[in-house]
């Protein structure tokens, strides 16, 4: 049994592998793949695309996805191993999720981070648990990473790129930048999109306001090491005209710098100085054509221009799409 928690626990023939199946129930997506199989959908945050697409993509292919609020109508849940259970929690992870395994043939788990402190918040407490106690796989729907919205993205690239016979990943120079938001936001996109950038062998530039932005050293060493295998170096700047010189394609999203975690006031004080990070049509003009996108829920004229989002180079309609077929292929890899 495997889960689907990052996708640098998955090489990139299997995941591969997974985009052509997701191609396939693009093209045909109506199937029995599912059938009387049914996942168990749990939320500890809000969703829009993560939830309607994980349930109508398990219904496209005959199953059946139950959604669970942790937050409201589900028991509180205790996580700490030997916890003396008098706090508010009525229910321990272990319990919850072998019930939920003896009832489900998958679980899904949304679990943001606290952002009080990120030494606990990179352990990924929530989604290790359960997938520790399930006896059935567990798909990540968004933690500190974001592996689905990756391979939607990943999928969106490719396809963009071939209908306009510009060839494939390898080799092309994808710009990861960072974009102003008024909040600190969880860095799981921003984690996922560089390692699987970095996977799909393109040559990635991770562009942030300072040093404070830089990701997680997990994730730029995985970046890293996927970018070296494949002949590239990984690239991390924080001049905006070197990152989008020649860019093939721009990424963008908003995160909380790591070093502040918990302590938000003097972060904002650094992030105000940066609203001219904006995905704007100037930088736009300095890419080669670069295809740009963002994985939603977006503040528009913060993050990207009208101009910009509303452009034939914007991609993230695709990708939102994308969301629906890649998950329907990596439900049909753990379930079958
Ligand atoms: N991109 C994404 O995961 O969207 P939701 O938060 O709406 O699920």
Aim: hydrophobic fraction near 40%; aromatic fraction near 8%.
């Amino acid at each position: 049994m495997r889960h689907f928690l990052n996708t640098a626990d998955w090489s990139r023939a299997e995941l591969e592998a997974m985009l052509a199946d997701a191609r396939r129930l693009k093209k045909s997506p109506i199937g029995d793949a599912l059938k009387d199989k049914t996942i168990a959908l749990l939320f500890f945050n809000n969703s829009l695309r993560t939830r309607t697409s994980f349930d109508i993509g398990a219904t496209q292919l005959g199953g059946h996805a139950v959604v669970l609020s942790p937050t409201g109508g589900m028991w509180p849940l205790e996580f700490a191993d030997g916890a003396v259970m008098l706090g508010e929690a009525e229910e321990h992870v272990k319990e919850a999720t072998k019930v939920l395994s003896r009832y489900a043939d998958l679980i899904g788990v949304r679990s943001f981070p606290k952002f009080q402190n990120w030494a606990e918040d990179r352990e990924d407490r929530v989604l290790k648990a359960i997938a520790r106690w399930s006896d059935v796989p567990v798909i990540n729907l968004e933690t500190i990473t974001h592996p689905c919205q990756e391979m939607a993205h990943i999928l969106a690239l490719k396809e963009r790129f071939e209908q306009a016979g510009r060839g494939p990943l390898d080799g092309k120079k994808y710009v990861l930048t960072w974009t102003y938001h008024p909040k600190p936001l969880n860095t799981a996109v921003a984690n996922s999109a560089l390692m699987a950038a970095a996977k799909f062998g393109m040559k990635v530039t991770l562009l942030c306001p300072t040093e404070d932005y830089i990701l997680d050293d997990r994730y730029i060493e995985q970046a890293t090491k996927d970018c070296g295998a494949n002949g590239h170096a990984l690239t991390i700047t924080h001049d905006i005209e070197e990152a989008y010189d020649g860019a093939e394609i721009v990424y963008c999203k908003s995160w909380g710098a790591l070093p502040f975690f918990g302590n938000w006031e003097p972060e904002k004080a650094i992030r105000d100085r940066f609203r001219h990070f904006i995905v704007d049509e100037k930088k736009m003009a300095m890419t080669d054509d670069a295809l740009v996108s963002h994985c939603l829920p977006m503040r528009r004229n913060v993050k990207m221009t009208d101009a910009v989002f509303d452009s034939k180079n914007c991609i993230a309609y695709d990708e939102a799409e994308n969301r629906l077929h890649v998950q329907k292929a990596i439900m049909k890899a753990l379930a079958g």
